[in-house]
Every structure is written in structure tokens, then in C-alpha cells.
């Protein structure tokens, strides 16, 4: 299922005529929660929902509470509690502990449709945006204000805008990352970057390599060689990349032209020793490098087939998209290998 919201609304943009529609938005949180405050769902009158804002327990409640919007074509605020033993959410058997409140709103053409095929546009060029949804029960009235790339961490949570109540949220594209070299340890890369709804940019100039054929999830193919590449427009677009070439010399000029870019995260497969190869081959040594190099690349999950390196790469690459530091939530890791450094 696509969770984006740029899934979310490329799939209701085909449609929005052609069936009823309502936007339901996670707007305040309070303890544990499946997803947090921001989190969208479009529902649609033939009874499909698309996104999740609960591990599936409340989606068909929320759906039938979607019906009254279409009824009245305002707005409806919806709380579900599981602090309270009394609330709806216990009979529902939800399991989380917390409570979430939900904004739904009717999506159609009256309404200016929720602004939302404006933010699709914003999205669809890359551009970030604050998204605000009038928080009440009245006939919607959303907006959207065009931000720089400073205010683009703004904090998600309702605020007091031109005298009303709106829940605002800074949205924007889809992580985009390079991966240069399109190998057979490349396709589970792609493959698992495209399930996370991530775009992908791969690269390889050899011929033999980058099949469309190896790679369907792959958004750009592009086999130019990489010294042709130093003015691409997407060297300011994307926020992560992996060099995987296998092959010293693509490696070196791979690293070196990513210098220029705007990745927040830059790893390359193989070994310390290597790497240092790899840097000679350009005339650079690491504190020639301006960004941050992962290397060797990945977390320490285990496992050496092409999909356990793939998983470990990329896990390690969203955690530095996310700002977080990777590690066990349980700690429950240390007592498993423990005993089993004990049985060995």
C-alpha cells in the first residue's frame, strides 16, 4: 500500500471527479499512537481507503464517520481514546494506549479542492510547501504558503493563523536518492528504496549494465559517463547516494562529482583500505571530502546475500534522512547475543 502522500494524491488526482472524496488528517496525538500527528488518508465513497493512520483498526470507523462529510460538505473532528474505557476505541479493540484526534474533510471542486492538486503540483517540482487545514467543523478552507528551505523543518502541530485555528505541516517530495552502479547487488536497492516510496535515480555508464528490464522501480536511468554530469540539475535535488560500482576508477569520480551535490548522505561499498584507493584515484584525501562519508557502508544487521547488504545500506540512509540514530528501540539485542556468544 502507498503511504506517501504523493501516492496518496497522484492516485485521487485521476479520480477526484469521478467518485466522493475525503481527506483525513491526523491532527494531535496524545500518548502511544500507530502513526503520528500529520499522517494522511484520502477515503473514497466506493469504500477504499488509501494511506493508513492506524494499523488497520480504525480505518473502517473513520470511514463511516467520512460518510457525514459528504452529507453536509464541512468539516468533522473525530477523536478515538484509548485512555478511557468508556471511548469508542476500546469497543474497536484498539490496542495502542492513546489518543488521536482526526480532521476530516470533503474534497471537491466547491471547496477548491482542499488546495490539494496545488500541492500535488508543488510536489511533482520538488518544492516544499506548508500545508494548513482550518481546524473546526465549518466548510474547509485550506491554504498553502510557499517556504524556503530554512523553514522547511517547521514544526507540524495546530497554530492560530489570521485569527483561526489551522493544523499545519511542511510537505514536500519524496526522498530522492542516487545510486550509481546498476550491478545484480543493485536491484535490491532499487527494489526496496521503491517499496519505501523513495525515488531513485540510477546510474552506470557500462554498457551491459542498467537494464530497464533489471530495474522497473528505478524512476531515471541515466548511462552517461559521470564526468559528464558535474551541471545535472538533480546534483541539487537529491538526498542520498550510494556508490556501488564495483569498480575503482566510476567509484572515484562518483564520490568526487557528489561533492558538488546536495546529499545529506554519501556511503560507498567496500572496505577502509579501498576507499583509500578509491580517493587516490582523484587526487583527494578524506578531509578533501565536504560531506560526510559512510564508509564502510550500512548498519550492522547481519546476513552477506545482496537483499541483507541492500537492507542494511539503506536502513542506514534513512536513518540519517529521519535524524535518528539507528539503534535497537527494546535494547533487546544485547541479551540475544550474549547468549549466544555464551552457546558458542
Not at 466506493?46 to 462529510?69: H, N, P, T, V, W
Amino acid at each position: 500500500m502507498a503511504n506517501r502522500i504523493n501516492q496518496l494524491l497522484s492516485y485521487w488526482s485521476d479520480k477526484r471527479d469521478s467518485q466522493a472524496w475525503v481527506l483525513a488528517t491526523i491532527i494531535e496525538t496524545d500518548g502511544s499512537s500507530y502513526r503520528k500527528a500529520g499522517a494522511m488518508m484520502m477515503i473514497n465513497d466506493l469504500g477504499q481507503y488509501f494511506g493508513l493512520l492506524s494499523g488497520g483498526c480504525l480505518e473502517s470507523d473513520i470511514m463511516r464517520q467520512a460518510r457525514r462529510c459528504w452529507d453536509n460538505l464541512q468539516n468533522r473532528i473525530v477523536e478515538y481514546d484509548m485512555r478511557e474505557e468508556e471511548d469508542l476505541a476500546w469497543q474497536l479493540g484498539i490496542g495502542c494506549g492513546g489518543m488521536v484526534k482526526i480532521l476530516l474533510q470533503p474534497v471537491n471542486a466547491s471547496n477548491l479542492y482542499l488546495r490539494l492538486d496545488e500541492l500535488l503540483n508543488n510536489i511533482a517540482k520538488r518544492k516544499r510547501v506548508e500545508y494548513q487545514q482550518q481546524v473546526d467543523e465549518l466548510v474547509p478552507q485550506n491554504s498553502l504558503v510557499p517556504v524556503s528551505s530554512i523553514k522547511a523543518t517547521s514544526k507540524v502541530g495546530i497554530k492560530t493563523h489570521a485569527g483561526v485555528n489551522v493544523f499545519s505541516q511542511v510537505l514536500g517530495p519524496a526522498p530522492l536518492i542516487a545510486v550509481f552502479g546498476a550491478g545484480v547487488d543493485a536491484m535490491p536497492v532499487v527494489a526496496i528504496a521503491a517499496e519505501l516510496g523513495w525515488d531513485v535515480l540510477l546510474l552506470d555508464p557500462r554498457m551491459g549494465y542498467a537494464k530497464p528490464e533489471h530495474f522497473p522501480k528505478a524512476n531515471q536511468i541515466i548511462r552517461e559517463p559521470f564526468d559528464n554530469l558535474s551541471n545535472a540539475s538533480w546534483l541539487s535535488e537529491i538526498d542520498a547516494a550510494l556508490i556501488l560500482t564495483h569498480n575503482i576508477k566510476l567509484d572515484a569520480t562518483a564520490l568526487k562529482l557528489l561533492q558538488v551535490s546536495r546529499a545529506k548522505y554519501i556511503g560507498l561499498l567496500g572496505p577502509i583500505h579501498r576507499t583509500d584507493r578509491v580517493l587516490a584515484h582523484v587526487a583527494m584525501d578524506r578531509d578533501d571530502l565536504c560531506k560526510p562519508l559512510a564508509n564502510p557502508v550500512g548498519l550492522r544487521l547481519g546476513g552477506e546475500l545482496p537483499e541483507s547488504i541492500a537492507l542494511s545500506m539503506l536502513s542506514e540512509v534513512h536513518a540519517a534522512l529521519e535524524q535518528t540514530d539507528g539503534l535497537s528501540i527494546s535494547n533487546v539485542l544485547t541479551p540475544i547475543i550474549q547468549n549466544t556468544q555464551n552457546e558458542n
